[in-house]
């Protein structure tokens, strides 16, 4: 692997890096304040969280299959 | 594999590393290691970390610490080896560059899973099973999101995408459990529907104790865990 390429990498890694950070304190905005509330989540909540592990795994599969195919 | 260890011997003999780069190496370790976590918590001076570490977060801090200990070693012998293979060995494999890139991806990885880790609030915490269940579910889709960030990127690598789709498959009876939760206890249903099932299942065949919830709730940051060492490189 070239020095290229693995700058390259890293870039990567730092982008997806910074973007779970940012997923992470979004999760934490939901869950802090309903901990704090004493309250269980809404059947909105559990609907978001629930559309976005199956939009997920549909991105997750698609490059899977572009990948090993 | 092999090939890989062998290349690795030969280039990097255990004994060509002096000691003052040594003892240098495992100073740089622990300062750098410090130097991270205690940026990563916003507190950026030493009276406030160490006061952080005498709290209730102690265990899951000296986790990072180590997290973050082992990866600094792994770059620092990332960088160690593209400066022999520069220097002195000019026929070095690929094979062994592209193992030894997976150093500073593992890093960065590693912070990511400590931050992750500390701010699981419900863990070992009075939250009840549906908090729990809710954290570890979005704590999973956050990982998720980054390994499919990953998968999509133009570096990715196949073997370690299809290793990540294998995890997730493996993880699946727990995401259908929380979704049976949701819809059992939190909708007040009396079927749920489970992908992959075709007829609704009776909520009467799930197990809603406090300890089988805590063990999805387990189960699912597990897999994150998983899918996380995997997206830094094997």
New interface residues.
């Given amino acids: 692997?070239d020095i290229a390429?693995?700058i390259?990498?890293?870039l990567?890694?730092?982008?997806?890096?910074a973007?779970?950070?940012e997923?992470?304190?979004a999760?934490?905005a939901?869950?802090?304040p309903?901990?704090a509330e004493?309250r269980?989540?809404t059947?909105d909540?559990?609907a978001a969280?629930?559309a976005?592990?199956v939009d997920?795994?549909a991105?997750?599969?698609a490059?899977?299959s572009l990948?090993?195919g | 594999m092999s090939d890989t260890t062998g290349t690795e011997i030969k280039v990097q003999p255990s004994s060509g590393v002096p000691l003052i780069m040594n003892i240098f190496r495992q100073l740089g370790i622990i300062a750098g290691g410090c130097a991270l976590i205690a940026a990563m918590i916003g507190k950026r001076d030493l009276a406030g970390f160490i006061a952080l570490m005498q709290g209730d977060q102690l265990a899951p801090m000296a986790a990072a610490l180590v997290f973050v200990s082992a990866s600094l070693g792994s770059l620092w012998k990332t960088a160690h080896n593209e400066w022999i293979k520069r220097t002195l060995a000019d026929e070095v494999s690929d094979d062994l560059a592209r193992v030894q890139a997976h150093g500073p991806a593992k890093l960065i990885i590693a912070i990511i899973a400590a931050l992750g880790l500390t701010s699981c609030a419900t863990i070992g915490s009075g939250a009840s099973p549906a908090q729990k269940l809710f954290e570890a579910r979005g704590y999973y889709n956050v990982v998720k999101a980054a390994a499919v960030d990953y998968a999509e990127s133009p570096t990715a690598d196949r073997r370690v995408v299809r290793e990540i789709a294998h995890i997730r498959d493996l993880a699946q009876p727990s995401v259908d459990y929380v979704d049976a939760y949701v819809a059992c206890r939190a909708e007040g249903q009396e079927t749920v529907r489970i992908r992959g099932v075709v007829d609704p299942v009776d909520c009467r065949t799930f197990n809603f104790s406090a300890a089988s919830i805590s063990g999805a709730a387990i189960a699912l940051r597990t897999a994150a865990t998983q899918i996380l060492a995997k997206t830094g490189g094997k």
Wanted: charged content about 25%; overall charge neutral.
């Fill in positions: 692997m390429k693995l390259l990498r890293l990567d890694l730092a982008v997806v890096g973007l779970t950070m997923r992470a304190q999760l934490q939901v869950v802090g309903m901990l004493g269980d989540p059947p909540e559990w969280l629930r976005q592990g997920l795994d991105r997750l599969d490059a899977n990948l090993n």
